[in-house]
Structure formats: structure tokens, C-alpha cells
């Protein structure tokens, strides 16, 4: 009988090759996208960082628009991956409200997000599909986050909630839109203060979802 073994590993050494390849790619690429926007750009500047040549990018990701669509992709994964992995399980609503808010505000205050954000706000308008992906990958996991954990207080009775999805859009939002907006402007919160608006937000969020008597 033929032993197969020895293609079968070359075959996997090349997969892991390729896959390696690519998250360099996408990780230059992601890079100058942040720094020089889309237009500013070119797949020649993103081949002589990483070496190789223009046929693996288009072979890989079908040209520059497809290689933007990737980097969309992959750092909206990269951002909310720790979010999708928080244990809630153990955590009352007032807690487990503010750790969702503490963790979600971490991610998009950052320099990197608050400058992918500003990305994808300047060339939603050429790519409606980038906005898209980012809608998917992004808010719409977070708030899926949310209201998972929203439906999981419902049923042990800690609270009321109607529609789990919609009351997460509205928890979403509240902690998220003024101090995200604030730091896209350069203005930010310090430490307390940003604190007590989670509080407030919180406190307000409840008013609405605890259960009625």
C-alpha cells in the first residue's frame, strides 16, 4: 500500500504557508488603511512591505477592493473577539451591564478602533458592501453579545425584556454614542467620569427593564 503521509503533510505545511502569508498581508494592509485611507493605497506599496508578488494578493483576495474588504473583516473580528468570550453567567444585571459596558467601551476607545471607525465612515459612501461587512461584523455581533445576555436574564426573571435585540440596540447605543463621538472629535472622557456616565446609563436602562410588580 502507498503512503500518502508525506504529501499529505507538505500538502498541510503549504496550507499553513499560505494562511500565515495571507494574515501578513492582511496585517500591512490593515496598517496602511488606518494610516493613508483607502485611496492612499496601493497593493505595489502593500507587496514591497511583505515581499511576494501582485498575483498571490489577487489570487488571494481578487485586488485591492476585495484585500479592503478582508482587512474589514478581520479587524472587526479582532476587536470583538474578547467581547464573545466574556463569562456573564454568574453576574446579576447591574454587574453584568457594566462589565458588557467597561468591555465595550475598552474596545472602541481604543486609537485603532476610534481610526478604523473613521475608516470605514470616509469610504462607506465608494463601498455600500464594506459598510456591509462592518454592520455584520461589527455592531450587530456586539448588540447579538447583549442581548444574549439580556435573554438570559429574562428567563432566570431578573428582568423584562420584550425584545432582546431591540433593547440591546438601545443599551448599545446609550453607553456608546457620546463617548465614542466625544473621542472621535479629540474629546474625552477621564476615567471617573466616563464611570459615572456607564452608572447613569445603567441605572437609566433598568428604570425600564426590571421586573414589574
Do not use: C
Not at 450587530?140 to 444574549?148: H, L, N, P
Amino acid at each position: 500500500m502507498t503512503d500518502h503521509r508525506p504529501t499529505s503533510e507538505t500538502g498541510s505545511r503549504l496550507t499553513y504557508r499560505g494562511a500565515a502569508r495571507r494574515l501578513q498581508i492582511l496585517e500591512v494592509a490593515s496598517e496602511r488603511f488606518l494610516e493613508e485611507g483607502y485611496a492612499g493605497v496601493s497593493v505595489d506599496q502593500i507587496i514591497a512591505e511583505v515581499g511576494g508578488s501582485k498575483t498571490n494578493v489577487y489570487k488571494q483576495f481578487g485586488g485591492k477592493q476585495g484585500l479592503f474588504l478582508a482587512v474589514v473583516q478581520n479587524l472587526s473580528d479582532a476587536f470583538i473577539h474578547d467581547l464573545e468570550h466574556i463569562d456573564l453567567r454568574d453576574q446579576a444585571p447591574e454587574q453584568g451591564l457594566r462589565t458588557l459596558a467597561q468591555a465595550l467601551l475598552a474596545i472602541l476607545l481604543q486609537d485603532k478602533h476610534l481610526a478604523f471607525q473613521r475608516l470605514i465612515i470616509a469610504e462607506s459612501n465608494r463601498f455600500p458592501e464594506m459598510g456591509r461587512v462592518w454592520l455584520e461584523s461589527g455592531p450587530q455581533r456586539t448588540r447579538k453579545v447583549v442581548a444574549s445576555y439580556l435573554q438570559q436574564q429574562q428567563e432566570q426573571g431578573h428582568l423584562h425584556v420584550n425584545d432582546p435585540l431591540r433593547a440591546a440596540l438601545f443599551f448599545h447605543d446609550m453607553i456608546t454614542f457620546n463617548p465614542v463621538h466625544l473621542a472621535m472629535l479629540g474629546i474625552g472622557y477621564d476615567a471617573d467620569a466616563l464611570n459615572g456616565f456607564i452608572d447613569d446609563a445603567i441605572t437609566t436602562f433598568l428604570q425600564g427593564h426590571l421586573p414589574r410588580n
